[in-house]
């Protein structure tokens, strides 16, 4: 079965640290990768997604992630943390034949400590 | 161009009524979706539907069920509430089917609805 792991609950970093949200995955073939964020009262905000190329993808909010088809982890990254980067993170896989139906990690608070 | 609409973003009922929520998609989009948002479980899905099919389903009992309108306008029906559905149900769309082989569509959220059981 087709799943998504966001193994922190929660992730608490200092502001100007560099920040790591993980992902892994278990999808067959080469999935689309995505990350969401979700600030309180809001909707998903996309950031950045993986579709062929560079295993480095750059996003939104000076955030960045890393493809690593080896280990099936597609970790979010940021250089500096910033207080008001706070909120919610998903990870999520789309497969690329079959359902096609998204599959949504459990979600990962970052607390931005300042 | 405005954003996915979502009404009403708050809902409070009793065990055993039902409840319908509505979803506007962005102008043009035409595929629709719907996901459960629960703090245990995250976001799961619940159904696709693109120029009024329903395309995709996910595991959920028949009781949730949904539609949409020849102007891609969604609603999604929840009947016989039990305490369990008490969710955030969030509401995307894209511009064309999310399934559709070596094509890329991009989904955009709405704020969502907070339905509240009690």
């Known amino acids: 079965a087709q799943s998504v792991a966001q193994p922190e609950d929660q992730v608490n970093v200092a502001e100007g640290n560099p920040l790591t949200v993980k992902c892994t995955y278990s999808?067959?073939?080469?999935?689309?990768l995505f990350w969401y964020v979700q600030y309180p009262n809001r909707g998903l905000q996309f950031l950045l997604k993986y579709i062929t190329g560079d295993n480095l993808v750059k996003g939104s909010y000076g955030f960045e992630a890393e493809f690593n088809k080896s280990q099936t982890s597609f970790h979010l990254k940021k250089p500096s943390a910033l207080v008001s980067d706070s909120a919610l993170y998903f990870c999520a896989v789309r497969a690329r034949s079959g359902t096609y139906k998204y599959i949504f990690g459990t979600g990962t608070r970052l607390k931005v400590l300042a | 161009k405005a954003g996915v609409t979502q009404t009403p973003r708050y809902l409070i009922k009793t065990r055993g009524q039902q409840v319908t929520l509505s979803c506007s998609p962005i102008s043009g989009h035409r595929s629709v979706s719907w996901y459960q948002q629960t703090p245990g479980q995250g976001l799961q899905f619940l159904f696709e539907?693109?120029?009024?099919?329903?395309?995709n389903k996910g595991n959920f009992p028949g009781r949730f069920s949904g539609r949409q309108f020849s102007n891609s306008r969604s609603e999604m029906n929840v009947s016989t509430l039990e305490l369990g559905d008490s969710a955030l149900y969030l509401c995307a769309s894209s511009l064309g089917p999310l399934g559709r082989p070596g094509v890329y569509n991009e989904q955009f959220f709405g704020p969502g609805t907070r339905l509240t059981v009690l």
């Open positions: 539907y693109f120029s009024e099919t329903q395309r």
């Open positions: 999808v067959s073939g080469n999935p689309y």
